[in-house]
């Protein structure tokens, strides 16, 4: 049984219809590779999953379940976390502190109570440990490279061990190392048994760390293959129009 099934899906802003009765599967331990031209309804996909727009129809299933995401924390509780592409972290805060962002640790003293900052870092330590990333809790956001800044977004999602991570252009505007980085994390999640989907322009990218890859056009889904069954020349052909479907 697939861990996430997406049936049917539409969404329409007043007379434009970004989704087009989509479909998808995602299993555990499973990286899928979702691409296509700006515009093709990627983001807006990711945004229904993840709980930011409601579907104007279909059905979204997790584990078998149908549910409905009215609003981003719907998503949460059940078990799926997005890593948005700006990453949404305070460049004033610590890693440690990004981490916990809205979901901060407390102690009690008497009758007041505390931000209990050493649990915090001592369980961000812990999340980059396991995601095997150098960033450190007490660092500030401001002085990371853009793949410690990845690594801080992801340690954020499996602060709630999520079932599912949506990743959106995370490699986008980083160096060739820090690319290195995000992907090793990407195999990082998969290797412990979680479902990723990868928006993403880089096929490269793509290629190494996904299993499958599924291409949307003008708000429908024109492909889902196995990466062992395409090429990058194929989806290249999918994405700009010059191959109908596959």
């Given at each position: 049984?697939?861990?996430?099934?997406?049936?049917?899906?539409?969404?329409?802003?007043?007379?434009?219809?970004?989704?087009?009765?989509?479909?998808?599967?995602?299993?555990?331990?499973?990286?899928?590779?979702?691409?296509?031209?700006?515009?093709?309804?990627?983001?807006?996909?990711?945004?229904?999953?993840?709980?930011?727009?409601?579907?104007?129809?279909?059905?979204?299933?997790?584990?078998?379940?149908?549910?409905?995401?009215?609003?981003?924390?719907?998503?949460?509780?059940?078990?799926?976390?997005?890593?948005?592409?700006?990453?949404?972290?305070?460049?004033?805060?610590?890693?440690?502190?990004?981490?916990?962002?809205?979901?901060?640790?407390?102690?009690?003293?008497?009758?007041?109570?505390m931000l209990d900052y050493a649990a915090m870092y001592r369980r961000?330590?812990?999340?980059?440990?396991?995601?095997?990333?150098?960033?450190?809790?007490?660092?500030?956001?401001?002085?990371?490279?853009?793949?410690?800044?990845?690594?801080v977004a992801i340690a954020r999602t499996r602060l709630s061990d999520p079932k599912l991570v949506l990743m959106d252009e995370p490699t986008a505007a980083i160096s060739v190392r820090q690319v290195k980085e995000v992907l090793a994390l990407i195999h990082q999640l998969k290797d412990t048994g979680h479902a990723v989907i990868l928006v993403s322009h880089r096929m490269p990218d793509v290629f190494e760390v996904c299993d499958r890859v599924a291409v949307l056009r003008r708000g429908a889904k024109v492909a889902d293959k196995r990466i062992s069954e395409t090429t990058p020349e194929e989806v290249t052909g999918l994405i700009i129009g010059a191959i109908e479907a596959a």
């Open positions: 049984m697939s861990l996430l099934e997406i049936r049917s899906i539409t969404k329409n802003f007043g007379a434009i219809h970004a989704l087009q009765g989509v479909d998808l599967d995602v299993a555990r331990g499973e990286a899928v590779g979702l691409m296509g031209d700006n515009g093709a309804g990627k983001s807006t996909l990711m945004k229904i999953v993840a709980g930011n727009f409601l579907p104007t129809s279909g059905k979204i299933r997790i584990e078998g379940n149908s549910v409905e995401f009215h609003k981003p924390i719907d998503a949460r509780e059940a078990g799926v976390e997005i890593v948005y592409q700006d990453l949404a972290l305070c460049d004033n805060l610590t890693a440690g502190a990004n981490v916990f962002l809205g979901r901060e640790l407390k102690k009690r003293a008497g009758p007041f109570s961000a330590g812990e999340l980059f440990t396991e995601l095997r990333s150098e960033t450190r809790p007490r660092d500030l956001v401001r002085q990371m490279s853009g793949g410690q800044r990845q690594a």
